[in-house]
């Protein structure tokens, strides 16, 4: 498996989920209108609330009892809260030439959809920034940074990030800036494979840094050596 196309992937899906629950909340906000066009508010109570499905994944059928020109109706409601209890009085519009055709007046479904829809966007909106973000860094520190050579210390395994359950490792270098005598620690970007048995067989010592000159924070560890020994992982 690709995990830099994945982590891409990832980006990619959410946001498309997200649209999508933006895009079913102004089709469900639309279709109340157009219905209300033609309907009545009236007052209903709650008769029955039916729970069936499994545990943990459960679906509520809403029943409501109202009156029209003397003439009772009890009609399944086309959305159902938490906050519902058998007795509750609820608005509700029903449709002037077929009064068994509801709609309920709350807005919740619509406010549902988009909060959904916009934490997916901005999860998936967010990892695409972030990925352009490191790219275009990276390209503009190739291109301007200062270039040092700076001694390979370690191999580390990165826990605090995963990818369907695989951590990625990075390497740690540091370089002595002979001007003032200070040390620096280098951290590369995320590798999926491990690089260890590469940099042994290759006998690789040092790694090329390029670091911006202004701020020594900002840096790329250049890891061209590896990736043309790059094994896939799969």
């Not at 109706?73 to 509801?102: A, C, F």
Request: glycine fraction near 6%; aromatic fraction near 14%.
């Amino acid at each position: 498996m690709n995990y830099k196309k994945t982590e891409w992937s990832i980006g990619i899906i959410f946001s498309v989920i997200g649209l999508t629950f933006i895009a079913a909340a102004v089709a469900v906000y639309i279709s109340n209108s157009n219905f209300k066009k033609n309907a009545q508010e009236t007052t209903a109570t709650i008769t029955d609330i039916y729970v069936y499905g499994s545990r943990g994944d459960t679906d509520h059928d809403v029943f409501v009892k109202y009156n029209v020109g003397g003439r009772e109706y009890n009609q399944l409601l086309n959305y159902y809260t938490s906050s519902m209890y058998v007795g509750q009085e609820i608005k509700i519009y029903y449709d002037l030439n077929e009064p068994s055709r509801i709609r309920g007046a709350s807005i919740m479904v619509e406010i549902i959809l988009i909060i959904l829809g916009a934490v997916f966007f901005l999860i998936g909106f967010f990892v695409i920034v972030i990925k352009i973000r490191n790219i275009s860094k990276k390209i503009r520190l190739i291109e301007s940074g200062y270039k040092v050579d700076a001694e390979f210390q370690e191999v580390i395994l990165n826990t605090s990030y995963s990818v369907n359950r695989k951590n990625p490792y990075f390497i740690t270098c540091k370089w002595k800036d002979p001007s003032s005598g200070e040390t620096y620690i280098f951290r590369s970007e995320n590798i999926w494979y491990d690089p260890q048995d590469i940099i042994e067989d290759l006998n690789i010592t040092s790694f090329p840094v390029y670091i911006d000159q202004n701020n020594f924070k900002k840096y790329h560890v250049l890891l061209e050596c590896l990736e043309n020994k790059m094994v896939p992982s799969y």
